[in-house]
């Protein structure tokens, strides 16, 4: 819940501030606490004002702080005094989890040790992340069978109950080993399956205990996703399933991930295999297993319609496929409504009735309680498929996406907000309460207006510049001489020149793609040299997951990684092991893309220029991610390779390399 306050007693939150980073800051000692040696950077004291004054003017702020600015620190002293005097916390979201375990596991209690003042602190998680007691205990009982869908789930079902008997926390981070996620999703918290303060276990209930805390800290720490899955119940009218408590201000970090975030938590997804899970739980024939396996004529006639209702969500997925036998990508746009004939929703209806019936012939709290979880799920896919098909909501992407990553490549139904910007618009900057947006990257051309317009902000806006020295600390080499993409020449040119850089740094390189059927072509033409090299070569896609490879390329110096999206951003290798960056291709987004293409239909509908407005300034803020990889620190060196002539060959090249930082640039 979002609380209005006056604006006398937050006055000196700007005073406190500039003391606080004066000639004698007590950031002097932050390396006595685990800090770094202090540096005096004049962009870090300018932001810390800025959003003291936020605070104290109860506004709005947009800080573009470039990496090396210390915006941790410049938004953490205003927040710290904002929220001991709001008495009501200030949230800090962040995209990452890296960003997370800075903030909670060195940064604030850094900061707690050099305040004169006593303040708290907590990790807000999702409630799928704690364990429920109850849960546990009913999988462990004398009806196991009913809980579990497999008997082989019980040795990780009593690790987690030894586990469970001496853990403070509670929560999947806090276990000292990974269970299966099937074997979590049966003992984890659940939203519409809590009995709250009438559970027999909830004065020792993790999640609730975690919920007590979070009221009473001064700065909440949480994520994009949870922050807006609360707000999207806020807006929908769920207060009473809100999420994280009354709060007086909101940070934004990596906020460049905003619109993005939005636009996937308040839209929907319906997923296939999510449906023959929720069959699974009520009873899966091939295992004898779930909640309907109790005795009784009811519970044999409900076991019959959860069959058929296999029989009828097989059906009708597979005639969405059929339907769409024609794509050709993983993703495919739906224009018009019931693109596939409704064969489902009626048999979910019947499943619906059937289970209502049922429950109320129960007696015992615990299992009528699971069963009502899984009602609530039918109704809700009932209702969600059926929404989809008719197209209900108004200024909406609808697509069919499918997971290539799973056996039987199931489906998933998507629709997402076009209106980002007008929904946070009115939800998020309302002047209710401060609320400050900040990430080392969000101008172009050194200005805001895109991200503005994206996100539907409205208030005060910062661009600072970058404590670094990239004329002496960094050199962009442009080649000129690049094939068209089209031409049968490109990707031997391009493993041409990649093996030319990494060469001349031996290793220590991140070559960024902008799709992984190029990287893949490209590993072809490289892995040899690679070898023969003695160069580690790690590849996005090849069964290592992102933090291993990061893990194994920051230990091996003589490591290249070849990556995509995911690579751009949100990766942070100071010092030598990462000396070049090779950017394979300007990172404009598929334009077919459900997404991307219904955001370019509608800029066109209202008569903008989608290539001028969106396509192009987006794929600068790519860019410009995938090039602040390289220097994290003063003492960074290094090189950046553009291979692709287009920053020079074309019109628009030129916003891109208004964009680059001030080095010097080789064009070859």
Not at 110 to 117: A, F, H, T
Not at 123 to 134: H, V
Not at 613 to 619: C, G, I, N, V
Request: charge should be neutral; aromatic fraction near 10%; charged fraction near 25%.
């Amino acid at each position: 819940m979002i609380m209005p306050r006056t604006q006398s007693e937050y006055e000196n939150i700007v005073y406190e501030t500039e003391l606080f980073f004066s000639d004698s800051t007590p950031l002097i000692n932050a390396d006595k606490h685990g800090g770094r040696p202090y540096e005096e950077r004049p962009q870090q004291k300018a932001m810390a004002i800025a959003v003291a004054e936020t605070f104290s003017n109860n506004k709005c702020l947009c800080v573009e702080a470039p990496t090396g600015v210390g915006k941790s620190f410049a938004y953490l002293i205003p927040a710290i005094h904002y929220s001991v005097k709001s008495s009501k916390p200030v949230v800090i979201s962040t995209e990452t989890i890296n960003l997370q375990e800075q903030l909670i596991e060195k940064d604030i209690p850094i900061l707690k040790e050099l305040l004169d003042m006593e303040f708290t602190s907590a990790l807000a998680k999702g409630r799928a992340n704690y364990l429920c007691r109850r849960r546990l205990n009913m999988s462990t009982g004398e009806h196991q069978g009913e809980y579990l869908p497999q008997n082989s789930m019980m040795p990780e079902i009593e690790r987690i109950k030894d586990w469970a008997s001496i853990s403070e926390d509670g929560s999947l981070s806090d276990l000292d080993f990974e269970p299966s996620s099937g074997v979590w999703q049966c003992v984890c918290c659940e939203n519409g399956n809590c009995f709250g303060p009438k559970c027999k276990s909830f004065r020792s209930c993790f999640y609730w205990s975690a919920r007590k805390k979070w009221e009473k800290v001064d700065l909440l720490v949480a994520n994009h996703a949870l922050f807006l899955t609360d707000l999207k119940m806020k807006i929908e009218g769920e207060l009473e399933g809100g999420i994280l408590p009354q709060y007086s201000a909101v940070i934004f970090d990596e906020s460049h991930q905003l619109e993005t975030g939005a636009a996937k938590h308040l839209g929907t997804r319906i997923n296939e295999a999510g449906l023959y899970y929720f069959l699974n739980k009520l009873f899966n024939p091939s295992k004898g297993r779930g909640l309907l396996i109790r005795p009784g004529e009811q519970a044999i006639k409900l076991r019959e319609l959860v069959q058929n209702t296999y029989n009828y969500v097989s059906t009708f997925f597979n005639n969405a496929r059929t339907n769409l036998a024609d794509w050709d990508d993983s993703q495919k746009r739906i224009h018009s409504p019931f693109f596939v004939e409704d064969t489902l929703t009626g048999q979910l209806a019947l499943l619906e009735r059937g289970m209502e019936e049922y429950l109320d012939s129960q007696d015992d709290k615990d299992y009528k309680m699971e069963l009502e979880m899984q009602l609530q799920r039918c109704r809700s896919y009932k209702r969600s498929i059926f929404d989809f098909l008719k197209m209900n909501a108004e200024d909406s992407v609808y697509w069919v996406e499918c997971d290539e990553n799973s056996i039987k490549q199931t489906i998933s139904f998507n629709y997402s907000p076009l209106n980002i910007a007008e929904i946070l618009n009115n939800n998020l900057f309302s002047d209710t309460i401060p609320i400050v947006l900040t990430s080392a990257t969000l101008s172009v051309a050194n200005n805001l207006n895109f991200y503005r317009k994206r996100v539907g902000f409205s208030g005060r806006e910062l661009i600072l510049d970058s404590p670094f020295d990239y004329t002496r600390q960094a050199k962009i080499h442009i080649i000129k001489k690049m094939p068209e993409q089209a031409d049968k020449k490109y990707h031997h040119a391009l493993a041409h020149y990649i093996k030319y850089y990494v060469s001349h740094s031996h290793g220590k390189a991140f070559v960024l793609f902008t799709n992984y059927n190029s990287l893949k072509k490209t590993v072809q033409l490289t892995r040899t040299f690679f070898e023969e090299k003695d160069i580690t070569l790690l590849i996005q896609g090849e069964g290592i997951s992102r933090s291993k490879m990061i893990s194994i390329f920051k230990e091996d110096i003589n490591s290249v990684i070849f990556g995509t999206s995911s690579f751009w951003m949100g990766v942070d290798v100071p010092g030598e092991a990462l000396s070049n960056v090779i950017i394979t291709k300007l990172p404009f987004s598929v334009p077919s893309e459900p997404l991307i293409e219904a955001r370019l239909d509608k800029i066109k509908a209202e008569g903008g220029n989608p290539f001028i407005e969106y396509s192009l300034p987006e794929a600068v803020l790519k860019f410009k991610q995938g090039i602040g990889r390289l220097i994290r620190s003063k003492l960074d060196t290094g090189i950046i390779a553009i291979l692709d002539n287009r920053v020079i060959t074309k019109r628009y090249g030129k916003v891109f390399l208004d964009s680059l930082p001030p080095c010097p640039i080789m064009i070859g």
